[in-house]
């Protein structure tokens, strides 16, 4: 058997506390109150982080230097669990939840928006467009005390950009994006975000982009928004492709820092390494959102995140002691609804846990099988880790860094568009 049986930190889902208590408002209260616990103490612990309020300064709002970007099917429950035993300063982003969805699961809301308590800071990304359903579905995220609530504007998906109306398609619309930025503050406790697109389809100027910033943050309580440094493209194209095709201009990013300077900007795009975000953060980016660099390697790329952006001190954990922890998390909600989650749906997030490393292909292959019949997380570990050497297992993550492409920020300077000029009267009223 490869893992020791050491002190584990229990991570229960938060299922497990609420199954426990059948009151469900003092569970609210719990839930609230803790929010407010875990708000303080990650305020501390990022030195800076302070929760905005409507009509606070936007220099009082801070976003958070480092996230774990939404991801659809990706950051569910699972995957941020791991992702905060190896970091416990990334802040995550929920999977987009439509607000439809939210509405119509009132009852059964802990299946969506329930999270382990150790996963602050965590933002509730939502998606929709429709006012009412935006309002109640704020409401009813509000006992759950996430730390930010971010409204999608940057998902090409034609499920969603196109039968949905939601996604990217509200970059079409700024003025009713500023209506549901004025609902979910109304609604909500938590700082507020919009993640958008630099541009979509033949509206991708960098005048537009700052049309539709300048149209929001003036008509909404908005001051911080996500920036993914490409347009999409609503052709049909598949959302993957929407991630490649259209090329990055992280220039209209940093254009964006210098046109709306009492705004908060967090860049994201094609980030790949801790020294990329450190460059992006030099070059004056507020905070840096990574995506699917964090799912294909998070040993490497979470691992640094608390003592190279953060400056924390090492916690010295081994990825044995991850799996020691992710395991006790994994077998206490496997089978849960019967048949769900399954071992391959708790090892998901974990399928790239050995990237690069010596014997992970052997590991992966052992997994396939492993998959067939093995009934719980320990068991799976004792029959493929195996193949993993101790050196591997045993080293904590070891620093510096790997080096990012030289240069990725350098020359957004001189590719910086023309400064943004507008007509205020003339925006506001067209
Ligand atoms: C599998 C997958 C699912 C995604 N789902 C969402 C989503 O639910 N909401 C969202 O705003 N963006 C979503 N995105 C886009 C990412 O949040 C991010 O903007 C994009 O991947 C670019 O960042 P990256 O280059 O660091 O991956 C998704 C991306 C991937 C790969």
């Given amino acids: 058997m490869k893992l020791r049986n050491?002190?584990?930190?229990?991570?229960?889902?938060?299922?497990?506390?609420?199954?426990?208590?059948?009151?469900?408002?003092?569970?609210?209260?719990?839930h609230v109150n803790l929010s407010k616990r875990r708000r303080i103490s990650s305020t501390v612990s990022q030195k800076r982080q302070v929760s905005v309020k409507v009509g606070m300064g936007a220099d009082q709002y801070l976003p958070p230097w480092f996230s774990v970007a939404p991801m659809m099917e990706w950051t569910d429950h699972h995957y941020r669990t791991l992702a905060r035993i190896i970091s416990k300063h990334a802040w995550l982003y929920t999977e987009m939840i439509a607000t439809e969805t939210i509405v119509h699961q009132e009852h059964n809301?802990?299946?969506?928006?329930?999270f382990s308590p150790e996963q602050h800071p965590i933002v509730l990304q939502i998606g929709g467009s429709n006012l009412d359903s935006i309002a109640k579905a704020t409401q009813l995220a509000k006992p759950y005390g996430y730390d930010e609530i971010n409204l999608n504007c940057g998902c090409p998906s034609p499920k969603v950009a196109g039968h949905g109306c939601f996604g990217v398609r509200l970059m079409l619309d700024p003025k009713f994006v500023a209506k549901a930025m004025s609902v979910i503050a109304a609604n909500t406790d938590a700082p507020i975000s919009v993640k958008c697109r630099i541009g979509v389809d033949d509206y991708d100027s960098y005048n537009e982009l700052c049309d539709f910033i300048y149209k929001v943050s003036s008509l909404s309580p908005t001051r911080h928004f996500i920036i993914h440094s490409r347009k999409a493209l609503l052709n049909g194209i598949s959302p993957a492709e929407n991630r490649t095709i259209p090329p990055l201009k992280y220039e209209y990013f940093y254009g964006l820092l210098r046109d709306f300077p009492d705004l908060r900007f967090t860049i994201n795009g094609g980030i790949k390494t801790i020294d990329e975000v450190n460059a992006a953060r030099k070059a004056g980016a507020h905070g840096v959102m990574v995506g699917r660099a964090a799912y294909h390697n998070p040993w490497q790329l979470l691992g640094h995140v608390d003592t190279e952006i953060y400056g924390a001190p090492s916690s010295g954990i081994t990825r044995r002691q991850v799996l020691e922890k992710y395991q006790v998390y994994g077998d206490s909600i496997l089978w849960r609804d019967g048949r769900k989650p399954n071992v391959r749906d708790v090892v998901k997030p974990l399928i790239n846990f050995f990237h690069s490393s010596p014997g992970n292909s052997l590991w992966k292959r052992k997994a396939d099988a492993a998959f067939h019949h093995c009934m719980t997380i320990k068991s799976f570990f004792e029959e493929t880790l195996v193949a993993i050497p101790d050196s591997v297992l045993d080293a904590p993550i070891a620093g510096p860094p790997p080096l990012g492409r030289?240069?990725?920020?350098?020359?957004?300077?001189?590719?910086?568009p023309p400064p943004y000029e507008s007509s205020e009267q003339e925006l506001l009223h067209a």
């Fill in 406 to 416: 030289e240069g990725l920020f350098a020359n957004v300077e001189s590719l910086m």
């Fill in 109 to 114: 809301l802990d299946r969506f928006l329930a």
């Fill in 6 to 30: 050491s002190s584990v930190v229990s991570v229960l889902p938060a299922h497990d506390i609420f199954r426990n208590n059948p009151c469900r408002f003092s569970f609210h209260v719990f």
